[in-house]
């Protein structure tokens, strides 16, 4: 059990099919103690019997765009725990207009909306729950290889995480001061409601199949098993990297 009695907050749980529900099975499959945040009222509904399902041990309201709400998260989750271990940060947003044509065409709004909820919400969180984070934590986030490369309808997206990637290099620095470690999670495309919005999207599937060296999709539980790995303390000599979870697909050239 390589996270027995850990704490760990999940914000992202929007389905049984969402990355970050992955990640938190694994979790509880190895012992962690859960909770999870949800943005808005209709997550929350759906949020309630997986919260139950997986032994979370309560819920609460965390709109990362507001740092009023993201405090009363805080003071909540100090009255509940007082501490914490583990922080999964699988948030990320962008206008549905904003994930297809060109890039160049992206309105300002839409550009401010994918950089706040995609990448700077790390930034809140971790300022956050600096003080709870205990010695020895993990803090994780998802990306996605159009971080680093051009991918078709992406666009301001791909920008986001580029920003998410740069913003887990800068806080390792700081939140190694307190020896907790960020990382980042490059996984493969998943079906989930988030990638229902990206244009074109069964083409990538069906490319990573054709092309990346194991020939198939990665599944929420291939993620949450590399989640296991940087958030136990098998990872303890890591931070400020990015793990591919991609089937190996970011190798490979033309």
């Known amino acids: 059990m390589l996270l027995k009695g850990k704490k760990a907050l999940v914000f992202g749980v929007v389905n049984d099919r969402s990355i970050a529900y992955g990640i938190a099975r694994q979790f509880r499959e190895h012992g962690a103690r859960l909770a999870f945040s949800y943005a808005a009222e209709p997550i929350k509904r759906r949020l309630d019997p997986l919260c139950e399902e997986l032994g979370g041990e309560f819920l609460f309201k ?45 309105s300002r709004e839409g550009y401010g909306v994918a950089l706040d909820v995609s990448s700077y919400s790390l930034v809140a969180l971790c300022r956050a729950y600096e003080q709870m984070l205990n010695p020895g934590g993990s803090v994780l986030t998802l990306s996605y290889y159009g971080a680093g490369k051009v991918v078709a309808n992406y666009n301001a997206m791909g920008v986001a995480k580029a920003a998410l990637e740069a913003c887990v290099r800068y806080l390792s620095v700081d939140l190694g001061a307190r ?75 033309v």
Not at 89 to 100: E, F, G, Q, V, W
Not at 184 to 202: D, E, L, Q
Not at 221 to 242: C, E, F, I
């Open 62 to 106: 965390c709109d990362v765009t507001d740092d009023q709400d993201i405090q009363s998260g805080v003071d909540l989750v100090s009255r509940q725990w007082g501490d914490v271990d583990i922080l999964v940060h699988s948030i990320a947003y962008a206008n549905r207009d904003d994930l297809k044509g060109r890039f160049i065409d992206t």
């Open 179 to 253: 020896d907790v470690r960020i990382n980042s999670i490059s996984a493969g495309p998943v079906k989930t409601m988030a990638a229902k919005g990206i244009s074109g999207f069964s083409t990538i599937l069906d490319t990573i199949e054709k092309k990346a060296p194991l020939h198939r999709n990665i599944t929420i539980d291939d993620v949450g098993k590399a989640a296991l790995y940087l958030a136990s303390d098998l990872s303890s000599g890591t931070t400020g990297d990015v793990l591919f979870v991609d089937s190996g697909y970011n190798i490979m050239g």
